[in-house]
């Protein structure tokens, strides 16, 4: 970046996701240093993902929203004001008045004020229990309020929602998370009455209602009845009246044009700052971007074009000619876990249109395409209940499709062939407005060579993420097309994937490294595949990990069952499942940690870590937890670790199930399993997550009808929060569901791969591993289920295994020689009674030493 | 009986009996005491036996006997357990220092006769 001394001003009002596009766009194209850019942002939070509101009920923090790298707040051209609103424009002066007092110049002004909530004028609006949707605000203060009535009341709630369109079925999804039984009122006579016709709306309202969402249409609402000040209840215009205890108004959106109005900028008739193609208003120095423009005479509510504003407006800044293209009014959206799409030209207002339509209400699936009069180019389309034909579809419209425009409507892919031979300049992600040619052009020229590369360099499918699949496709063909083998090759050794070596063991029952390298490898194998085939056999039941020669393969915890740590030592993790410890056990404990010297901590999975055991104290070690009644705990395995739990309802005062009794039943149930990573649970006995069930591979949290499980969460480097997968299971349901997740995932994930990324890159995503889990997609139940059933009862204490077999016992000696000599080079300092290894300089200083941790302790 | 020699020159290393080949497990590696040097073993797939140093000059702990054995083309290799470094066992040369500076090991010659393996240290006239 050049240093530029005197940058220019340019102010944004407004800290919603278009305003943070154009932060982002000016940082990277700017790179003289042209502007220096403050935002205003009204809320007390950086820019959020808006979209994903709904994402909020199901259990994420506000932290999940943020939008891309926080470091953009950390530029030295960019300052970022929460919290803080404009108050006026004063144009002559160009200068931007603030609610903390202060007088800011600008040189260019944006405008990216958004939209705020619209409310009906209907009395009782401002009861206690009305809301609206529009922020993270608004969200927490309606979940807020639905928990503590529902404790109040001691009853379930009943809620409605005002408008059945996009934002309403949001809301309802929102409601429906917080076990509201939900009503959604729409004045049309459809769901969605501006993105699908009657067909694709009465589709819509049979999944839903299949969901438990009672529907109204074509019905007015007159007025919210209350009681002591709170919602009670609603009354439409045809009489009618409906009980309700909250009310969500999501009738739409209206501009926030107010400063532009009081700064005399022109204005739309249905409001909107009017602006050109440039996006400049009436005022060249001021721009307005995002919904509170009015562009072509309307303004537009959805994020992708406000995007497409921001990068006009810093065209513009940086002396560019860039104009606005015409919005591309596209959307496809899961609401209530029902696909919707719609795009192009949907309603066939096109004179000549012809609309091809599939409706299967037993599936619940509707269809349509508009087509040309020749039935030949793609004009638009409606998807309801399916919208896999999505990706494939958008970037077609105006283009000829090729074939029977039905057979792009079949189910499972079937319109899945345009995507190779895309043409250049068809958006693929229209959040970002990438082209297939860009994406190309990354592997071509920019030498990505995997999606997470090409998604880096070009922004593709990195906010809604629904153009994924396609951007895989369009990765892959490019990869192949210029001599890249797209290579699963494990390592020198193998040229199979994990996935593929675990199915060619499993189907040719192939039981040892020596068999399995000479038939599908080379060489005697290494670091890389020697622990993966290590896994893959002990996966597959075939006996003690350090039995003969797998022995060899095992890596550096495995190899002595225990965590080797930086000076050569090892801690000892025996197992306490759900974190359940009686006294008699933690006294055991303590007293092996203080025979041998150990330095203990808790962990982080609720139990105890012994460090500091010599390689050949281990067995001795272990000899005294068997017989104090402890296990493994398999914390040096890639391997289940640990099933957290909260103390759930047998002694919360909250808890509405037993999560310690579930946690230890699934501990004991999955201890011991080989995977290709760690894998952690954790159970939760109420909605307060106290077991912090969503930062696990697997999560279960307790609702009043059962269990819902999450999957696929993780902390460490890129922490993650589990996704839903299935709600209000029965136990017996909970556990068929968890075994068939986790032995999908052995058999099928990368090496080193933990569940977030599988899920993420599974085909299909987590749609497609719910329907393998719940719905037996692949025909495979059966057979999950009697692997983890064959898991469970071939399940052994491998270090209890390993103490009765002396053969196995002498590999534990220090020295082949002298196997009971301690490693003399081991020597630790006391630190807060305990002891640790010594640094360098005390070792050559002459700090306090003690040589091995046998010898007492000073304190 | 496998009489093997990994040391072409006998002169100037005295030899240690150390243990028996039946007590070296195949690519799985064990750590010796010689005259108070530690030493780590490796048994290779067709019995060819290495030693090395047991100290891991990455980080600084005696631990080289329980890394994987494994080859890389032709050459006997051991990965350290400790951060995955990778050393040719007949060289003792690093292949793959895993983005540090590159460091390697130190090796010994070793004799096996009438199974058992015999570990040379520097110095003496080579009598056994």
Redesign the interface.
């Known amino acids: 970046m050049v240093d530029n001394p005197t940058p220019r001003q340019l102010v944004v009002v407004g800290g919603g996701m278009v305003a943070r596009r154009l932060v982002d766009a000016l940082r990277a194209r700017d790179t003289a240093g042209q502007w220096a850019v403050t935002l205003l942002c009204e809320e007390p939070r950086a820019p959020y993902d808006r979209v994903a509101l709904t994402s909020y009920f199901t259990g994420r923090d506000p932290e999940d929203l943020a939008l891309g790298g926080q470091e953009l707040w950390d530029d030295p051209l960019v300052t970022l004001r929460r919290g803080v609103a404009a108050t006026a424009v004063d144009r002559r002066s160009k200068t931007v008045a603030t609610s903390d007092g202060r007088v800011l110049p600008y040189d260019s002004l944006v405008l990216a004020t958004g939209s705020y909530a619209a409310v009906p004028p209907v009395p009782g609006k401002d009861l206690r229990g009305a809301f609206v949707y529009r922020t993270i605000d608004d969200v927490a203060d309606l979940r807020t309020y639905v928990e503590q009535l529902r404790t109040e009341l001691g009853r379930p709630l009943r809620g409605a929602v005002v408008g059945g369109g996009l934002l309403g079925l949001e809301a309802a999804g929102a409601l429906t998370a917080l076990d509201v039984s939900t009503t959604v009122v729409e004045f049309a006579p459809r769901l969605m009455p501006l993105q699908v016709d009657d067909g694709g709306g009465e589709a819509l309202r049979r999944l839903i209602e299949a969901l438990g969402v009672s529907v109204r249409t074509g019905t007015a609402t007159s007025k919210v009845t209350g009681r002591l000040g709170r919602v009670a209840g609603m009354e439409f215009a045809d009489g009618d009246r409906l009980e309700a205890d909250v009310v969500v108004f999501a009738v739409g959106v209206r501009p926030r044009d107010e400063l532009a109005r009081e700064a005399g900028l022109e204005v739309g008739e249905r409001g909107g700052v009017v602006v050109d193609e440039s996006c400049a208003t009436s005022d060249p120095s001021v721009w307005a971007v995002g919904e509170v423009a009015c562009i072509g005479g309307r303004c537009l509510g959805l994020v992708a074009p406000g995007y497409t504003m921001a990068e006009v407006v810093v065209d513009r800044l940086l002396g560019g000619g860039g104009t606005f293209p015409g919005a591309d009014l596209s959307t496809k959206l899961k609401l209530l876990g029902v696909d919707v799409a719609s795009f192009g030209d949907a309603f066939a207002s096109e004179p000549g249109s012809l609309e091809v339509v599939i409706s299967d209400p037993v599936a619940g699936v509707y269809k349509k395409l508009v087509v040309s009069d020749d039935a030949r180019t793609l004009r638009g389309g409606i998807l309801v209940g399916d919208a896999s034909a999505y990706a494939a579809l958008r970037p077609m419209v105006g283009r000829e499709l090729g074939g029977d425009p039905a057979a792009h409507l079949l189910p499972e892919g079937a319109a899945a062939a345009p995507a190779g031979d895309l043409p250049e300049d068809a958006t693929v992600c229209s959040c970002n407005n990438v082209t297939a040619g860009a994406i190309r052009c990354s592997v071509t020229d920019g030498g990505c060579t995997d999606i997470a590369g090409v998604k880096a360099c070009t922004r593709a499918g990195t906010s809604c993420g629904s153009c994924l699949p396609l951007v895989k496709r369009l990765v892959t063909t490019e990869l192949e097309k210029s001599g890249v083998e797209v290579s699963n090759a494990l390592c020198?050794?193998f040229d199979l994937s994990r996935a593929q070596l675990f199915d060619v063991v499993r189907v040719q029952g192939l039981t040892t490294f020596s068999e399995i390298i000479d038939r599908h490898g080379r060489?005697?194998?290494?670091?890389i595949c020697?622990?993966v085939i290590g896994s893959i056999l002990a996966s597959l039941g075939t006996g003690h990990i350090l039995e003969g020669?797998r022995?060899?393969?095992q890596?550096?915890n495995d190899?002595?069952m225990a965590n080797?740590q930086?000076?050569?030592s090892y801690s000892v993790v025996p197992r306490i499942p759900g974190g359940e410890v009686t006294p008699e056990g933690l006294i055991s404990i303590g007293e092996v940690a203080k025979d041998f010297g150990l330095y203990t901590k808790i962990t982080g999975g609720q139990r105890i870590d012994l460090f500091g055991a010599r390689?050949e104290q281990l067995p001795r070690i272990w000899r005294r937890l068997v017989d104090a009644g402890f296990e493994s705990g398999h914390a040096y395995g890639k391997s289940l670790r640990t099933v957290k739990s909260c103390v759930g309802s047998t002694w919360c005062r909250y808890g509405v199930q037993d999560s310690v009794g579930l946690a230890i039943a699934l501990e004991l149930r999955y201890r011991g399993l080989r995977s290709p990573h760690k894998i952690k649970l954790g159970v939760s006995g109420c909605a307060r997550e106290c077991a912090e069930a969503r930062g696990k591979d697997v999560g279960v949290i307790a609702t009043d009808h059962g269990w819902n499980v999450y999957v696929g969460g993780n902390g460490g480097f890129t922490p993650r929060h589990a996704q839903l997968l299935a709600e209000d299971l029965d136990t017996e349901t909970l556990v068929r569901t968890i075994d068939r997740f986790l032995m999908y995932y052995v058999r099928t994930a990368d090496r080193l791969q933990r569940t977030a990324a599988w899920v993420e890159d599974h085909e299909g995503g987590l749609d497609a591993i719910r329907a393998v889990v719940l719905e037996d997609s692949l025909g495979i139940g059966a057979d999950l289920d009697d692997a983890m059933a064959g898991h469970v009862d071939g399940y052994e204490d491998e270090w209890a295994a390993a103490l009765d077999d002396p053969e196995t016992l002498?590999?534990f000696?220090?020295?082949?020689?002298?196997p009971d000599?301690p490693?003399d080079?081991l020597v630790y300092v006391s630190e807060r009674g305990q002891p640790r290894p010594a640094t360098?300089s005390e070792r050559t200083g002459g700090a306090v030493l003690i040589a091995g941790t046998t010898l007492e302790v000073r304190r | 009986m496998t009489i093997e020699t990994t040391a072409p020159a006998d002169l100037g290393v005295t030899w240690h009996e150390v243990c028996s080949l039946k007590s070296l497990s195949r690519e799985r590696g064990a750590a010796a005491l010689v005259e108070g040097t530690q030493v780590a073993l490796f048994r290779t797939f067709d019995d060819h036996v290495h030693a090395v140093q047991q100290l891991d000059p990455f980080s600084g702990a005696n631990v080289m006997s329980r890394g994987i054995v494994g080859t890389r083309g032709s050459v006997p290799t051991v990965a350290s357990p400790m951060y995955k470094q990778v050393f040719d066992l007949r060289t003792g040369a690093c292949l793959d220092p895993v983005g540090k500076e590159p460091r390697s090991l130190t090796t010994y010659p070793v004799h096996v006769v009438d199974g058992v393996v015999s570990v040379g240290l520097p110095g003496g006239q080579g009598a056994r």
């Open positions: 020198e050794h060489g005697r194998g290494c670091d020697k622990p020669e022995a060899s393969l890596d550096t190899h002595v080797l930086k000076d050569g390689i002498r590999r000696g220090s020295f082949v020689n002298a000599q490693d080079t360098d």
